[in-house]
């Protein structure tokens, strides 16, 4: 049985949006604000984690990202990603582009529990907030990985919208990332 794993970029105040800044949101581009030291920690923390994964599960447009981005690189972490078998969820998707994709439609929700049990290894969402906003809500997450940028944006889309209850956490892990990143690592407690 695997586990389904967010890892996510976020500003202090919980905003995921426009990262790279290709979007035109006014603030985006925070992504790059990050020093050379932190960086350099941070590529290393995701080249552990995506050598942990057994797959990747991605929101259309997060897809479509990645798949421009990692598809033609070279090197270890690119190997690695092309290497592992990536989900995606999509309805506008017809042709993948990146190897060892599978588009998952109809009853996404069933056939991410059923991905989750049949999994061999973490199954990581990266990006995909309205992904990760409906796998929350279904309680299909067992585990967040934030990584926190020292920096509020005061607006923005958020990681974190409304909910139908309380999602209680439980912290696991916070460590200090480079000069000025934070991880703080949280699983759900399903019985509170």
Same mark, same amino acid.
């Given at each position: 049985?695997?586990?389904?794993? #967010? &890892? /996510?970029?976020?500003? @202090?105040?919980?905003?995921?949006?426009?990262? #790279?800044?290709?979007?035109?949101?006014?603030?985006?581009?925070?992504?790059?604000?990050?020093?050379?030291?932190?960086?350099?920690?941070?590529?290393?923390?995701?080249?552990?984690?995506? +050598?942990?994964?057994?797959?990747?599960?991605?929101?259309?447009?997060?897809?479509?990202?990645?798949?421009?981005? $990692?598809?033609?690189?070279?090197?270890? $972490?690119?190997?690695?990603?092309?290497? *592992?078998?990536?989900?995606?969820? &999509?309805?506008?998707?017809?042709?993948? &582009?990146?190897?060892?994709?599978?588009?998952?439609?109809?009853?996404?929700?069933?056939?991410v529990a059923? *991905?989750?049990?049949?999994?061999?290894?973490? !199954?990581?969402?990266?990006?995909?907030?309205q992904l990760?906003?409906?796998? @929350? /809500?279904?309680? @299909? !997450?067992? /585990?967040?990985? @934030?990584?926190?940028?020292?920096? !509020? *944006?005061?607006?923005?889309?958020?990681?974190?919208?409304?909910?139908?209850?309380?999602?209680?956490?439980? +912290?696991?892990?916070?460590?200090?990332?480079?000069?000025?990143?934070?991880? *703080?690592?949280?699983?759900?407690?399903?019985?509170?």
């Amino acid at each position: 049985m695997g586990k389904i794993v #967010t &890892s /996510e970029n976020v500003s @202090l105040d919980g905003v995921v949006q426009d990262p #790279t800044g290709e979007e035109g949101f006014k603030f985006g581009g925070w992504f790059g604000r990050m020093s050379d030291a932190d960086r350099g920690a941070w590529g290393a923390l995701e080249f552990q984690e995506a +050598l942990a994964a057994g797959a990747l599960l991605l929101g259309g447009r997060s897809y479509q990202y990645f798949a421009t981005g $990692w598809a033609s690189r070279d090197g270890e $972490w690119a190997d690695r990603l092309r290497s *592992l078998p990536k989900y995606v969820v &999509s309805s506008t998707l017809a042709d993948p &582009s990146w190897v060892n994709t599978t588009i998952l439609t109809g009853d996404v929700l069933a056939q991410v529990a059923k *991905l989750r049990e049949t999994a061999d290894g973490d !199954v990581v969402v990266y990006a995909s907030g309205q992904l990760v906003q409906a796998l @929350l /809500e279904h309680d @299909l !997450v067992d /585990e967040l990985r @934030l990584v926190v940028h020292p920096f !509020v *944006l005061g607006s923005g889309e958020r990681l974190f919208r409304e909910t139908s209850d309380m999602k209680p956490v439980r +912290l696991v892990d916070a460590r200090t990332i480079g000069e000025g990143l934070s991880l *703080l690592v949280y699983r759900p407690i399903r019985d509170a």
